[in-house]
């Protein structure tokens, strides 16, 4: 008699098997989620922006946390410079960074202020930010005998820019910092013909 050619039907995986698969499967998932090789997760997609409409309107909020603050006109101010930040990691990676996204900071601050004229700006500030929508993420506020720290973080809910202010007893300085979220950068930008933008506040004085 001729052997049969067609070939047996598989047989089902035990339990014990079909329990090794998925853990197996369950591995590989979260050795994709740390890991940088891995393809099959969708990766990141950073919105693309224009440097000088981000830088514009970090400066644009500078002077209106200036002018919010109503301090004297003769105060002194420390202007600063708009600058990237390559601190964006690669899509689903965390121990590369993308070179072609990058975040926006911007500080500055006022130096000489008292105690009762930084809690005045720090009041004035956080009533502003907030009538506009701004979320209040860290509060700055500690005081203990012989030490008092001021400030606070707000964040925009509609762009994730933040803003910070600080201010401790010892240097008697307003600080302010401002950032945006990471984004793509355009060719233009890449290619050095954009140049960080210098800024210092429009005084009444």
């Known amino acids: 008699m001729t052997p049969s050619t067609t070939p047996a039907p598989a047989s089902a995986p035990a339990p014990r ?3 090794r698969a998925m853990v197996l499967v369950a591995l ?3 050795t994709c989620v740390t890991a940088t090789a891995c393809s099959v997760l969708p990766g990141r997609d950073y919105p693309t922006v224009d440097p000088t409409t981000v830088v514009t309107r970090v400066q644009a909020r500078s002077q209106w946390a200036y002018d919010t603050m109503g301090l004297p006109a003769a105060t002194p101010v420390t202007g600063g410079t708009v600058s990237t930040a390559h601190t964006c990691y690669e899509r689903w990676a965390i121990d590369k960074v993308d070179l072609d996204v990058a975040s926006f900071a911007f500080d500055w601050s006022v130096p000489a202020v ?3 004229r930084a809690r005045a700006a720090d009041q004035r500030l956080r009533e502003a930010f907030t009538k506009a929508g701004w ?3 860290y509060d700055r506020h500690r005081q203990s005998k012989g030490s008092l720290s001021l400030g606070f973080r707000f964040e925009d809910p509609a762009t994730g ?3 910070d202010l600080a201010w401790h007893d010892t240097t008697e300085t307003l600080f302010f910092d401002s950032y945006t979220t990471c984004a793509q950068l355009p060719e233009e930008f890449l290619s050095g013909s954009w140049h960080s933008a210098e800024w210092s ?3 009444s004085a």
Do not use: G, I, M, Q
Request: net charge positive; aromatic share 12%.
């Open 201 to 203: 506040p429009r005084t």
């Open 28 to 30: 590989t998932a979260v």
């Open 17 to 19: 098997s079909r329990f």
């Open 114 to 116: 008292p105690a009762d």
């Open 161 to 163: 820019d933040k803003f």
């Open 135 to 137: 979320k209040l993420t």
